[in-house]
């Protein structure tokens, strides 16, 4: 994980409200037997058998960097604003804890660090979990720049048993590029302003990783005999922006405008790019997104 800025940030927080909510729902299940019916008139309800997500999101500032180099620096003075992630982790915090979305997890906790989530992880001795560890980078691309989330996704199932088993995939999502070049930063400043380009790329990007982990999440409790074979790049005509991609890649996920492919031998990482304009963004015979595939 790259290192941050130390600096103390609105994203903070929300992580310490989003704490408060999980030690809330804690505290409110400790006291459920004793607001409980009389035995005479309470129906026993079968246990909560849906997965756990343990969500570590980026800390700190949107840092500048290049691909495949580890050295990040701050933005251009010019590209900065009072928001220093581009509000990027509040939007996905906000997404994934909205009640009224009914997302496929039984209890979303936030971590601050990959060991605080190993430590959670423990706590759920049986049950199954998705853990996702979030990053974010702005890609300088020479007179571009990519908004870059990348994003350590385990399956863990049985946890803490003999029978636990992990599944990891990496998965890397990237925004169109916008032209902007780090030593003439006053020059394309625009699209740096509150509420310009990259931060409305910030807040979509939020709301597509939030419906990706649903995706992912449900199909946790999907046993293996059930889970389709999705269609490949090829048979949905898909062009997407993407030098690795090849038309015999499997289509994990369909969004409009957005494609996430599963390249690479198995179990291979994840990519979520945009698609071509004149591509289509619907499958043949109607409007479903494909379900995930392994």
């Known amino acids: 994980m790259r290192s941050r800025s130390s600096s103390v940030s609105p994203t903070l927080g929300l992580l310490r409200q989003a704490g408060s909510i999980v030690g809330v729902l804690i505290l409110a299940a400790g006291f459920g037997p004793a607001l409980a019916a009389s035995p005479e008139t309470a129906i026993e309800l079968s246990p909560d058998a849906r997965p756990v997500l343990i969500l570590v999101p980026p800390q700190g500032e949107l840092l500048l960097g290049r691909r495949g180099a580890r050295r990040r620096v701050p933005l251009p003075s010019a590209w900065q604003t009072s928001e220093a992630d581009r509000g990027f982790t509040q939007a996905l915090l906000m997404q994934l804890s909205h009640v009224a979305a009914n997302w496929p997890w039984r209890t979303l906790i ?15 001795g049986g049950q199954s979990a998705v853990v996702a560890v979030v990053q974010d980078e702005l ?35 990237v925004a169109a590029a916008l032209a902007a070049d780090s030593a003439a930063p006053r020059r394309n400043a625009a699209a740096f302003a509150p509420n310009g380009a990259l931060d409305e790329q910030a807040g979509t990007a939020a709301t597509d990783l939030s419906q990706f982990l649903a995706l992912i999440v449900a199909r946790v409790s ?73």
């Open 110 to 124: 936030v971590s601050s660090s990959g060991p605080e989530s190993a430590s959670q992880l423990q706590t759920l």
């Open 139 to 173: 890609l300088d691309l020479a007179g571009k720049v990519q908004f870059h989330v990348h994003m350590e996704l385990t399956t863990v199932r049985e946890i803490a048993s003999r029978h636990e088993r992990r599944v990891q995939t990496h998965v890397d999502y």
């Open 222 to 294: 999907v046993p293996a005999s059930l889970q389709p074979r999705n269609s490949t790049l090829g048979g949905l005509g898909l062009h997407p922006n993407c030098a690795e991609c090849r038309a015999s890649d499997r289509v994990v996920y369909l969004q409009p405008g957005r494609v996430w492919v599963r390249v690479g031998r198995p179990p291979g990482s994840i990519l979520a790019v945009p698609l071509k304009q004149t591509s289509r963004t619907a499958t043949p015979g109607g409007h479903t997104a494909p379900t995930p595939n392994r």
